[in-house]
């Protein structure tokens, strides 16, 4: 039936299929076919989304037809308010920017019908944090003192301005999600009904289904892949989970540790190249940095993240003595011939047109039909009923990033509009010094916090508007104080020294210890910062400062999906494997620890923006710390590790991740092989002398 394969149930699931299918025709028309400005482009967004939200989130579960009703009626009073307003837009600006009574029971009723919306999707967090956000600009921010105090606004321009501002309610963020992501999300939803799903995890129990650990590695690369279809990491948990995690259990992982590591490999689907969820084209939007820049930047350090999780997976099958799935041998040619081209073929029309310079949207229109006619060459085909329930599934999964994303924006401009963004970054700068490491940390506990109530592509966006200027910034100054070392200052940036730090001009452009090029940076007045960064650092520099910046953001902000209190994705692997949530939380936060690791490679390595050279250096050594990382924290390699062998394991992890001289990196490698040949002696000797009592 067209319910089961839409996900679309209940008493309305016709009204909102057809609902569905309209919402993602009428997105394919102005993302594909025609031109619309922006804000009309988003108010259809909202109000097709609202609609959906009415019936997929109903007020009350099972309640009877007058329920309902007052379901649909609230979902067209929302749509109605969006698209009146946006049409009397020109109106509003004939009359001086004064809003007329009808226009202001518009712009409230839709204020209040999207935080309701936002309440039923997410919970009451978000709708609380809006309303904190819009009365401070409005009435308690001019009744406190410090930095934060905002005089306040009239609250006609408070409605005004969440309605039409660039970073409103249709403003940047609901224009990233009525293009790039929803057009992402359809082109998931359309390589799901085709069968995608299933083929890849054919494909991952054929590739590693037979190695130490099998099941495990099958759950890591399965979520992989899947990751470039839906960019959701419960999702991933839901869809790969119930296939591997009976399989890791039958196999002989502990259940919590099956969990854990579903959870830990699906929300590295987020940073799973070339799609990476909704996040990446928010960063392409705020950055102005290509996407393909990003998604290419992307590859090694999500390789690092899987094989990471990978290594976990390794190490627990030694201790618990897992070796394969039960004989199943699945071939990897039958695959292929199965449904590979399902895959692939649309993935390699996706890739090669984002390569040649045609856009994201572009590219996910024609890959959507790519999909189609890949569908054509494998047994499940196709036809007119399996692309309207491909429509309406795209529909359907869209509903909360699209309300969410909207909602957000309400936000968003509340911190553009009285400069918070600013103020935090500076704090930051105050509270970290010059400490990247404590920055980091502290952005790190603040996404933890956001995330117990955002989404993770919600909870960037915040944390990036707050926070991101100030890592950008510290990563700046880090280059810079490079350059005043080795002396390699253009003569063109001495003028800006001259008015920034004259009292310093003898020493510039001469080599100089740490210390003392630390003190000239610090000398330069703030509001001359970016000028001085500007005439020193190089264009390509300063771009890939600020996109290293956002990306340790992006990590950071994936970590509310395995960290409890409110492990989302960790939860749901839970509700799968039978164990208890919180433990499992624990489990899947120790397995990510990759979130946390390679951020660090962002801010102190040239990982991000380096020689092809720097980067595969970078990878080699760091891919060997996280295996020494993993054994030592776990106390088991091949075999138990003494404790004196594990401290030595963790200081082979140090050496191999820190950014040192590669000499550092050599030691630490050839004594973690070392260490490495020893665990396997004792593996043997352990084995024989198991195989020698049972003799």
């Not at 990003?294 to 190490?315: C, E, K, N, Q, T």
């Not at 890949?374 to 795209?394: H, Y």
């Not at 490491?437 to 109530?453: E, K, N, Y």
Request: net charge neutral; glycine share 10%; with cysteine.
């Amino acid at each position: 039936m067209i319910e089961a394969e839409t996900g679309i149930q209940g008493p309305s699931s016709r009204l909102l299929i057809i609902l569905g299918v309209a919402v993602s025709l009428m997105h394919i028309w102005f993302n594909v076919a025609t031109v619309l400005s922006s804000l009309w482009q988003n108010a259809l967004h909202f109000a097709g989304f609202a609609m959906m939200a009415a019936l997929v989130y109903p007020l009350r579960k099972d309640a009877g037809i007058g329920w309902r009703v007052l379901d649909v009626l609230l979902g067209l009073l929302a749509a109605g308010s969006a698209i009146y307003l946006i049409a009397m837009e020109d109106a509003i600006y004939a009359r001086g920017v004064r809003m007329a009574p009808a226009e202001w029971i518009a712009g409230i009723i839709l204020i209040l019908c999207a935080l309701e919306f936002t309440r039923r999707v997410a919970g009451w967090f978000i709708p609380v944090l809006i309303l904190i956000a819009l009365s401070y600009i409005g009435w308690w921010g001019g009744k406190i003192s410090g930095v934060f105090r905002f005089a306040g606004l009239s609250n006609e321009t408070i409605l005004f301005r969440s309605v039409y501002g660039d970073d409103a309610l249709f403003g940047t963020i609901a224009s990233i999600s009525s293009s790039y992501v929803f057009m992402f999300i359809l082109f998931g939803a359309f390589l799901l009904r085709s069968g995608a799903g299933e083929f890849v995890i054919d494909l991952a129990r054929s590739v590693a289904g037979r190695m130490i650990g099998g099941p495990g590695l099958v759950a890591v690369m399965a979520s992989g892949l899947m990751g470039t279809i839906s960019g959701s990491a419960v999702a991933n948990t839901a869809s790969t989970g119930v296939i591997t995690i009976p399989l890791m259990k039958r196999a002989g992982f502990p259940a919590k540790f099956a969990a854990g590591v579903e959870a830990a490999a699906s929300t590295g689907g987020q940073l799973m190249p070339p799609i990476m969820g909704a996040g990446a084209f928010v960063m392409a939007a705020y950055t102005q940095i290509p996407y393909n820049t990003i998604v290419v930047v992307s590859i090694l350090p999500a390789i690092l993240y899987f094989a990471a999780v990978g290594f976990f997976v390794r190490i627990e099958a030694k201790r618990s003595h897992v070796n394969a799935l039960d004989h199943e041998e699945v071939s990897t040619l039958e695959v292929f011939k199965k449904g590979g081209i399902v895959f692939l073929l649309p993935i390699a029309v996706l890739i090669g047109l984002l390569i040649y310079g045609f856009t994201p949207t572009y590219a996910a229109g024609i890959s959507i039909v790519s999909v189609v006619v890949a569908s054509w060459f494998s047994p499940n085909r196709m036809g007119p009923k399996a692309i309207i329930e491909a429509l309406a599934m795209g529909a359907r999964n869209m509903v909360m990033t699209a309300i969410l994303l909207c909602a957000v924006g309400l936000i968003v401009n509340v911190i553009a509009t009285a400069g918070v963004g600013n103020t935090f970054s500076l704090m930051i700068n105050e509270w970290a010094g010059h400490s990247m490491v404590i920055a980091i940390i502290l952005i790190a506990l603040a996404s933890l916090v956001l995330g117990m109530g955002l989404p993770v592509t919600a909870a960037y966006i915040v944390l990036g508007t707050l926070s991101a200027p100030a890592l950008h910034a510290l990563i700046s100054d880090g280059l810079l104080v490079k350059a005043l070392v080795s002396g390699e200052i253009p003569e063109a940036a001495r003028a800006i020294f001259m008015l920034a730090a004259p009292d310093r001009l003898a020493e510039i452009g001469n080599p100089m210890t740490t210390a003392a090029a630390r003190a000239i940076v610090d000398a330069v007045p703030v509001d001359m910062a970016g000028m001085v960064r500007e005439a020193v650092l190089t264009p390509h520099a300063l771009t890939y400062a600020l996109l290293s910046a956002h990306l340790i953001i992006f990590w950071l902000s994936q970590d509310s999906n395995v960290t409890p209190p409110v492990a989302l994705a960790a939860f749901t692997a839970a509700a799968i494997a039978g164990t208890k949530p919180m433990e499992t939380g624990f489990q899947s936060w120790k397995l990510a620890k990759g979130l946390y690791i390679i951020p660090l490679l962002f801010a102190y390595t040239p990982f991000i923006g380096g020689s092809w050279g720097d980067d595969f250096t970078i990878f080699f050594f760091a891919l060997f710390g996280l295996y020494a990382f993993a054994a030592g924290l776990e106390g088991f390699m091949e075999a138990r590790l003494s404790w004196p062998l594990r401290l030595l394991t963790l200081g082979c992890a140090v050496a191999l991740l820190w950014p040192a001289v590669w000499w550092v990196h050599m030691i630490g490698l050839v004594v973690l092989i070392g260490l490495f040949l020893n665990s396997s002696r004792q593996f043997k000797q352990e084995t024989l002398g198991v195989n020698q009592t049972l003799s």
